[in-house]
């Protein structure tokens, strides 16, 4: 959304039509709603392309009589096929959020901070049939915190990454631009995550326990199993103390309530049971008729 308001806003670039996906359905009711995108492309009467695949002819067709010089994408989430890539002279520019070639893939923020980078950033670079192996054009670094969420570092690459779109379509434009190969080494895979890469193992280190919850917050969002039912994971914050807990083994202290890993406790903030809100851990145990001993 930042890329697309940036672009939107200069006085160098025309903006002919927005291309996202189809309206989906939301809420209890299933009711279709368009995406943010879209929602902005109508708010400034831009066409809307919202093809159910990029493939389509009539997209392709359309496409084809637009004309775009160049076509910015931004977390579009499907592979761009050949006709397509084709139609603009100056082709497609994805702005990407990691230092490629790390990273290539659906969850890059996700994936550096569930490895334990220091360090992410976000990159230009052409499209290419390859899944993000197209030449750079430029790129910008972003420190990840210890206390970061995927949700954050997400947040300030869109802010800062729109600035580093806007200059590459700038720097196309005025022709002064090129793009450079990528690195044939450093290369890692970000697939998209899904719900089942979002349980948390506590017989894993308590440091690949919090990078996991952190990195899956705050989606598809981080939880576990209590008998049952199922438990969803707000932030945890590591012990530096050593504790006799085994992996998944629960105690409760006046500070609130401890899990064991296998290596040193967590302590658990907030969670959210089914069918209720997030709440403090130590609220959602004492309201149990029976609390727990172990986490799965």
């Keep these: 959304m930042p890329s697309l308001r940036a672009v939107l806003g200069s006085d160098r670039h025309e903006v002919l039509a927005v291309l996202t996906r189809p309206d989906a359905p939301t809420g209890r009711g299933r009711r279709l709603w368009p995406s943010a995108v879209a929602e902005v492309g109508a708010e400034h009467g831009l066409e809307l392309l919202r093809p159910a695949r990029v493939s389509d002819p009539e997209f392709l067709a359309r496409l084809a009589v637009l004309a775009p010089d160049c076509c910015p994408v931004v977390a579009y989430g499907g592979l761009i096929p050949a006709p397509a890539l084709a139609v603009p002279r100056h082709g497609w520019v994805n702005l990407h959020f990691s230092l490629l070639p790390a990273w290539r893939g ?86 998209k995550l899904t719900v089942a890469d979002a349980r948390i193992d506590w017989s894993a280190p308590s440091v690949a326990v919090d ?34 807990l085994g992996p998944g083994e629960l105690r409760i202290d006046r500070d609130g309530v401890v899990v064991g890993t296998a290596t040193r406790s967590v302590r658990l903030g907030d969670v959210q049971p089914p069918g209720k809100r997030f709440m403090p851990a130590v609220a959602w145990i004492r309201g149990l008729r029976t609390p727990p001993a172990v986490l799965q």
Excluded: M, N
């Design 106 to 191: 659906a969850a890059p923020v996700q994936h550096a901070v569930i490895a334990g980078d220091d360090v992410t950033g976000a990159t230009t670079f052409r499209l290419e049939q390859g899944l993000d192996t197209g030449p750079v054009y430029g790129v910008l670094t972003e420190p990840i915190g210890p206390r970061d969420t995927a949700g954050d570092v997400l947040a300030r690459l869109a802010a800062s990454g729109a600035d580093l779109l806007l200059a590459t379509l700038d720097g196309i434009e005025a022709g002064r631009l090129d793009a450079r190969p990528q690195p044939a080494e450093g290369v890692s895979h970000a697939p």
């Design 211 to 244: 990078r996991r919850i952190r990195g899956c917050t705050p989606a598809p969002g981080a939880w576990t199993t209590v008998g049952d039912e199922r438990l969803r994971l707000g932030l945890v914050v590591p012990l530096s103390t050593v504790d006799v």
